[in-house]
């Protein structure tokens, strides 16, 4: 219901602001057949745009440890308010979404309802006439009932008297509203607004397009050289008439003549002002910028090929309470090997490359970074993504301070499913009120007192969204574990979870 109700909203934001841009630029101009098609061509849009979503691609190339990180990431990307979009969608205990949706369908049925017992009048209505003849592709049905003359489909529809009447500019609108075929766009956009009942822009739209309707069967009309102040004076005439048939197109009727007689009489309109309906080009633009979406594709920095084998060799084992930065000699080897840790990771250095020192071996296990079957959560991405959905939640402190940030947890899949060394394996870049922020520790001797704030508060909220992560990875079940040569091992997995304010 709420991933329905979302697209409604977005659906009905268009069809108003293309109706809006379609009131103001062009909807007195007077080239109709082109206004028609684009009343017809907005609501399909409306309908459709919400659908698109524009993916750019950029390439990041990474260093040896950040790319092992960053592939799994790219793979694994959780937010925090798609979560909890996902957690509304399963356990929303406030608001009844049943009642809403039986509400909605409801009203659909009877917009459906209606529109197909007005069709089912009108056929039932032309299978009681007469034909009594064809004229340029149209054929004319003539009824024993006193009703207002009008189109349906190919097929014409008169009563007696005006049959025997034999009024030819009558016909002659008649016959444009058929050859046009105007009975499949009120049906079309019949069927269409049931999906929006509730959405007046919808309804006027549909008003607007009867009208255009008008607006062309009149220019064709006088365009065939009949007298314009004799059709002024039919329409006049029949301005009271009603076919009583919503899906049918009729002579003329009091609420549109008005507006027909303005058009009629207007001077028509030049070539150039053509170039308004660029605003239906800059619609789509907007509305698909809006969605637009950065896939980022990592690339690893390729090391020489005598470097190659020697990358995927064993760990060279240091010690574990090695400062930031350290320089130790190799008895075996003529090099120095640099340690350092890196992002929270301990690293290696060894000339110009760099090795995790993440396949740590304990006793006869193991832990591999890549493996052929990577560990899975029992049900996969979609049993996960509810996992997340029902259990996480967004930091109070975060909240309140408007704080939001990057979350990457890394542990370890084990032989028998349970996840250990569970850890954040990457600084924060948190933003605070909208303003991008480096997490820090201390405060520095040059800092403001609203950077001291902004530090405090992202600090605070940066540990708030640390434990949170760290607390839903912990409480996990036990997953599947990976695979290796036909041998369950245990692996590394990465989930970045972003907490990010709507």
């Not at 489909?153 to 105007?182: F, G, P, Q, W």
């Not at 574990?320 to 350092?340: C, G, I, L, Q, Y």
């Not at 924060?428 to 902004?454: I, L």
Request: proline letters at 3%; glycine letters at 4%.
């Amino acid at each position: 219901m709420t991933l329905l109700l979302i697209y409604n909203l977005k659906v009905a934001v268009l069809l108003t602001v293309f109706y809006t841009f379609y009131k103001l630029l062009v909807s007195r101009e007077t080239y109709c057949r082109l206004n028609r098609m684009v009343l017809m061509s907005s609501i399909l849009l409306s309908f459709v745009l919400p659908w698109c979503t524009l993916t750019f691609h950029r390439t990041e190339v990474l260093s040896p440890e950040d790319y092992a990180v960053m592939t799994s990431v790219d793979h694994h990307d959780m937010m925090v308010d798609d979560v909890l979009q996902h957690q509304t969608l399963f356990s929303c205990q406030e608001v009844d979404n049943d009642l809403f949706m039986m509400v909605y369908l409801i009203g659909l049925f009877l917009c459906l309802a209606r529109t197909m017992i007005s069709v089912a009048r009108v056929r039932n209505l032309i299978g009681k006439g007469q034909l009594v003849e064809r004229i340029g592709g149209c054929q004319v049905v003539v009824i024993s009932e006193n009703v207002m003359p009008f189109s349906w489909m190919r097929t014409i529809v008169l009563s007696k008297a005006d049959y025997h009447v034999r009024n030819e500019v009558l016909l002659a609108h008649e016959k444009c509203h058929a050859r046009a075929l105007h009975s499949i766009d009120n049906l079309l956009i019949d069927m269409i607004a049931a999906l929006q009942w509730f959405n007046p822009v919808i309804w006027f739209m549909r008003q607007e397009m009867r009208i255009v309707h008008e607006f062309e069967a009149d220019a064709m009309v006088i365009s065939q050289g009949f007298n314009i102040y004799q059709y002024l004076n039919l329409l006049i005439l029949r301005a009271a008439d009603n076919a009583g048939y919503s899906i049918v197109n009729g002579i003329s009727t009091e609420s549109t003549l008005s507006k027909r007689v303005t058009m009629m009489l207007r001077n028509k309109s030049s070539r150039l002002s053509r170039a308004k309906l660029v605003y239906v080009v800059l619609i789509i633009g907007v509305s698909l910028a809006t969605t637009a979406k950065t896939v980022v594709d990592y690339r690893k920095i390729p090391l020489p090929a005598s470097d190659r084998e020697e990358e995927m060799g064993s760990v060279v084992e240091v010690p574990t309470m090695a400062p930031a930065t350290t320089t130790m000699t190799s008895k075996t080897e003529d090099f120095n090997r640099n340690v350092a840790y890196r992002r929270g990771m301990q690293v290696i250095s060894i000339g110009k490359k760099a090795l995790q020192m993440e396949g740590a071996v304990d006793g006869d296990d193991k832990v591999f970074n890549v493996v052929e079957h990577n560990p899975q959560f029992p049900g996969g991405s979609d049993a996960l993504m509810k996992y997340m959905a029902d259990h996480i939640r967004y930091p109070k402190v975060a909240h309140e301070n408007g704080v939001q940030g990057r979350v990457i947890v890394k542990f370890v899949v084990n032989k028998d499913g349970s996840l250990s060394d569970i850890r954040v394996v990457r600084p924060n870049v948190s933003q605070v009120n909208g303003r991008e922020t480096v997490t820090v520790v201390a405060y520095k001797d040059n800092m403001t007192e609203e950077q001291k704030v902004d530090a405090d508060r992202t600090n605070a909220a940066w540990q708030a969204m640390v434990e949170e992560a760290e607390k839903l990875i912990r409480e996990m079940p036990n997953w599947i574990p990976g695979r290796q040569n036909g041998q369950t091992v245990s692996c590394y997995f990465t989930i970045p979870i972003t907490f990010r304010l709507q």
